[in-house]
């Protein structure tokens, strides 16, 4: 009857929401790193129905993804799954006249980051924000 130390550290469910396929693949691979399960789409309907499906723990989203786009996945997913931890990252130009991931942060985003993303830091986020 031995614990096994691996349940302690509770594997969490990572819903990625990307419309890029490469970086689909990167974020998978860093999530599925560091011990996590990571479920993958590439449109913001996708998510939404993804998230009501699973009730992932964490969700990563772009913000400009096919039809609604990352900020109606965010202000959704806070109404219906509260808890719900999000990262919203954008490889939008912050010259530009709106600041995407501000936006973002108001929605309800927990945290933001502009593309590219470390792997180190998001791993750290992830880790940061599945901990409170």
Same mark, same amino acid.
Do not use: W, Y
């Given at each position: ?46 998510? *939404?129905?993804?998230?009501? $499906? +699973?009730? =992932? %723990?964490?969700? #990563?989203?772009? /913000? ?9 996945? *965010?202000?959704?997913?806070? $109404? +219906?799954? =509260? %808890?719900?931890? #999000?990262?919203? /990252? ?43």
């Amino acid at each position: 009857m031995g614990v096994h130390l691996m349940e302690i550290d509770t594997m969490a469910n990572i819903l990625i929401a990307d419309d890029d396929e490469v970086m689909r693949a990167l974020f998978k691979g860093m999530v599925t790193k560091t011990g996590h399960e990571a479920t993958i789409c590439g449109t913001s309907q996708e998510a *939404i129905r993804i998230a009501e $499906e +699973i009730k =992932p %723990d964490l969700i #990563i989203t772009d /913000i400009f993804i096919p039809e609604e786009g990352g900020l109606k996945v *965010i202000s959704h997913l806070k $109404e +219906i799954l =509260p %808890d719900i931890k #999000i990262i919203a /990252i954008s490889g939008f130009d912050m010259r530009q006249d709106v600041d995407v991931l501000e936006l973002a942060r108001h929605g309800g985003a927990d945290e933001t980051f502009q593309k590219p993303v470390h792997a180190q830091i998001l791993s750290k986020t992830i880790k940061l924000l599945l901990e409170n």
